[in-house]
């Protein structure tokens, strides 16, 4: 099986267990009162950028985790998940030491009433922007949480208000009432270089102001699901818990907040994601003027230029982002771009690889005016077109009815982005039912999360497309509590 198949992106996501009327574990948010600074609290302060070359090995990183870590925040959460209708368990990760026993134990049906929802908690990280209490984390640490705590270096702790979350950026804005504290100091991540050491400061597992270093990787990376934000990658050891936590350069800057990381395990294994400070604090700015963001959109779906097909368009290199549809009624369509059009320049802007567009895009006003500058037909061609309104829903809530196969016996559904955050997988198929036939007699059944069908990333389109090719045999891979395993399916 080829490597992009079996691996995954993760969000490096809030450490979640799942607790009930019980303290569980150590994770379960303080109910203590919220009490005034002791004595002993640390004064607050703008913390100013730490001295030192930037990119050059240092000694030591104690100066930033001792000045910047001031500024970074443990986050609490507390919320409810839904249970399974079919099989009673929480939307847990199978890893979760609890998920066995909700599976052995809970009544098939989620109990009498059909689906009912469970107390969780969990744990990210954050960072403190503006002195009066802002505080900057994921948008995956606190989406759907009823509760947040923040709490500080000095152990003092707030409840926190959500201001307001980006899911596509996966950014959101925390507001707790208190005033002169601690802040970090904004870099700028266009200035990093790739191979310069980087530190991370969070709580991984919990363990709170755990500081991690390593280096820049790669810059403007295009994940998954996520080609709205130009990723910074780094080797700093990332892992749940860190979510939410800042990045910084030798100079103490943030640049970036740790928000993914790229695994077959489910653990760090080299490659973490950050997302750029610059386009984070773009969100800020828009969740504290306006509770939401708004964005840029063309109407297209573009590809990569490969070697081959710059010289079949006539290119003298390899460079753009190639239109391969486009959709009726939209800015593109008003605009006459056509499929075969290789967008070179975005508002000024030259676009030398395809995954560059789309933050281009994105950050520009719906309504603006902008031109494009084209290759079609042999020849550069410029464009003046307005840019049409992203509407966000569609980014984050695919169908999730499920699709009905009569030739394998067998109801799916796409994952959720919640549920594939919980699972710690890059996508898949729920199986929903299983009737007589086919997956029936492979032993396949409803709450099997199908990863791939032959190698190819399961998909509704993708498992019909194996199954036109008329084949006797599938192979699945299946993810069944906490164990991946290779389903042998025969057809007929």
Known sequence: METKHKSIYIKATATGLLASSCFLGGYA?????????????????????????????????????????????????AGMVKTSARTGVPQLDPNDPFYEFFRRFQPPGGGPNGPSETPTRGTGSGFIVKSDGVVLTNAHVVADANEVTVKLRDKREFKAKVIGLDKVSDVAVLKIDAKDLPTVHIGDPKAARVGEWVVAIGSPFGFENTVTAGIVSAKSRTLPDDGYVPFLQTDVAINPGN??????????????????IYSRSGGY?????????????????????????????????????????AESFGLDQPKGALVNSVEKGTAADKAGLQPGDVILKFNGTAVSQSSELPPLVSDTAPGAKVSVTIWRKGQAKDISMSVDQMEVAQADTPDASPAQDKQLGLAVRPLTRQERAEAQVAGGLVVEDVADGPAKRA??????????VNG?????????????????????????????????????
């Open 29 to 77: 948010i303080s109910q203590r009162s919220l009490a005034p600074p002791g004595p002993d609290a640390a004064p607050a302060a703008v913390i100013a950028a730490a001295p030192g070359a930037r990119g050059l090995p240092p000694t030591n990183f104690s100066d930033i985790a001792e000045q910047q870590g001031l500024a970074v925040v443990n986050i609490s959460v």
């Open 243 to 260: 979510s939410g936590g800042p990045l910084f350069n030798l100079a103490g800057e943030v640049i970036g907040i740790n928000s993914q």
């Open 269 to 309: 294994q080299g490659l973490s994601f950050a997302i750029p400070i610059d386009v984070a604090m773009k969100v800020e700015g828009q969740l504290l003027a306006h509770g939401k963001v708004t964005r840029g959109r063309l109407g297209v779906t573009i590809q990569e230029v490969s070697p081959e097909l």
């Open 443 to 452: 032993g396949l059944r409803p709450g099997d999360v199908i990863l791939s």
């Open 456 to 492: 190819e990333m399961a998909g509704v389109d993708s498992l019909k497309a194996q199954l036109g090719k008329d084949r006797k045999k599938l192979a699945l891979l299946v993810l069944r509590d906490d164990a991946r395993l290779f389903v042998p399916l025969t057809l007929g």
